[in-house]
């Protein structure tokens, strides 16, 4: 089941946070967490499996842009990723986005080859963007 979080819970707040602290790329605070559920530019949705969230997405809504902010799913290798971007993509449409971009770690070979299957392509570099060190690479989907 995929949902939207419109308000603040603080078991789904908790949740979103420990699938991002098992990530080696991603650091989410609670609060940066409750900001961007607060935000009405930004949305966080989540997906769960057994009522158990199994991952989020979070992402700015600009049209005709998205970025995405974070994406991250545990277990991992579920198909809980292609369903965040299947919801993505619908909201991107219903929203007239022609763009859907993000930045990745340069050392993310995983996320780039998931990235990569579902249609997008890297459009530049950020140098020394993570930690003014390691380099991000900005990728992008044309709708």
Do not use: C, W
Not at 61 to 83: M, Q, V
Not at 85 to 95: G, I
């Amino acid at each position: 089941m995929i949902e939207l979080i419109n308000s603040i819970d603080d078991n789904i707040i908790e949740s979103i946070f420990l699938i991002s602290s098992k990530s080696e790329y991603i650091s989410l605070s609670k609060k940066y967490i409750k900001d961007y559920i607060e935000d009405k530019n930004h949305k966080v949705v989540i997906i769960k499996y057994d009522e158990k969230v199994v991952g989020f997405i979070i992402y700015f809504l600009l049209s005709p842009e998205i970025d995405i902010l974070f994406i991250a799913t545990y277990p991992h290798n579920k198909g809980y990723g292609n369903k965040l971007l299947s919801y993505l993509f619908d909201d991107a449409k219903n929203n007239n986005v022609d763009s859907i971009k993000l930045d990745l770690h340069e050392n993310n070979i995983n996320a780039k080859e998931f990235y990569t299957k579902n249609g997008f392509q890297s459009i530049g570099v950020r140098k020394k963007y993570y930690n003014n060190k390691y380099s991000a690479l900005i990728l992008e989907k044309k709708l």
